[in-house]
C-alpha cells in the first residue's frame, strides 16, 4: 500500500509542493518546508511550469537505491460539490545525470549521502504539457467547481543492513519559475516518518530485491 501526503492547490498556482520519500511501500512527511522556500514557491504555477525543465531532487543516505524511475507524480482534480473524481494523473520522472541538473546542488553534498536529480520522462514530457491544458481550461470556467491536489513521491530500498540513528533525507525542487532549487525539507529523519507511517520499529525501511537474494 502507498500512501502519498497530499496538498491542497489554488484555482490557478501551487502553494506549495510535498516531496515524499517512499520506502517499503510507505510514506514519509516531508517535514517543515524552510520559510525561504515556501516564499519561492509562491511563483510556481503547475498550470504554466515548463515540464521539460521540471526537477525533483533527494539527498539520501548511500545505503538507500532509487530506481532510474522512481519518481511519479500524481495530479488530481475533484468536484468541490461533490468529491467526485474528475481527472487523475501519474507523470513518470526519470534519473537525470545531467552536469547542469546537478551543478547547484553542490553545496548540499555531504559524506555517506547522494544526491539524486529525477527530470520528466520524455515520454511524457507532452502528456503533461496535455494535463496542464486541461487544468487551465478548468480553471477559465468559472462554473466548473474543481479542487486538485498533488504530490510527488520517490521510492527507494535500502542495499544492506540500516543502521543505527537517524535516516536524515533531504528533498528540493527545481521549475523555470524558480532560480535553481529549492529546498523542500532538510535532513527530516526517514526512520520516524516510515515508523509513524505504520512500517515496523525494527526494520522500517524494506531491503532491496537484491540484498535479500544475498541474505
Not at 529523519?189 to 515496523?200: E, F, K, Q, T, V
Request: with cysteine; aromatic share 4%.
Amino acid at each position: 500500500m502507498r500512501k502519498h501526503h497530499l496538498l491542497p492547490l489554488n484555482a490557478h498556482k501551487v502553494a506549495l509542493l510535498a516531496i515524499i520519500l517512499v520506502a517499503a511501500s510507505l510514506a514519509a512527511s516531508c517535514g517543515q518546508v524552510p520559510l525561504a522556500s515556501l516564499i519561492g514557491l509562491r511563483s510556481f504555477d503547475l498550470e504554466t511550469t515548463d515540464p521539460a525543465r521540471l526537477r525533483i531532487a533527494v539527498r539520501h543516505p548511500d545505503w538507500i537505491e532509487v530506481p532510474s524511475e522512481g519518481a511519479v507524480m500524481h495530479i488530481e482534480q475533484r468536484s468541490k460539490a461533490s468529491g467526485a473524481l474528475i481527472m487523475s494523473e501519474q507523470i513518470v520522472f526519470r534519473h537525470s545525470v545531467a552536469d547542469e541538473d546537478l551543478a547547484s546542488l553542490g553545496s548540499e553534498r555531504r559524506r555517506g549521502s547522494v544526491i539524486r536529480v529525477f527530470r520528466v520522462a520524455p515520454r511524457d514530457v507532452e502528456r503533461m504539457r496535455a494535463v496542464q491544458k486541461a487544468i487551465r481550461d478548468r480553471s477559465n470556467d468559472k462554473t466548473s467547481g474543481v479542487e486538485g491536489r498533488l504530490s510527488v513521491a520517490v521510492t527507494g530500498c535500502r542495499l544492506g543492513p540500516m543502521p543505527e540513528g537517524e535516516v536524515k533525507v533531504s528533498t528540493y525542487l527545481a521549475a523555470s519559475e524558480l532560480d535553481g532549487f529549492l529546498p523542500l525539507a532538510r535532513d527530516f529523519d526517514l526512520r520516524s516518518s516510515m515508523i509513524d507511517a505504520g512500517a515496523p520499529q525494527d526494520d522500517p525501511i524494506a531491503p532491496c530485491p537484491q540484498a535479500r537474494e544475498k541474505a
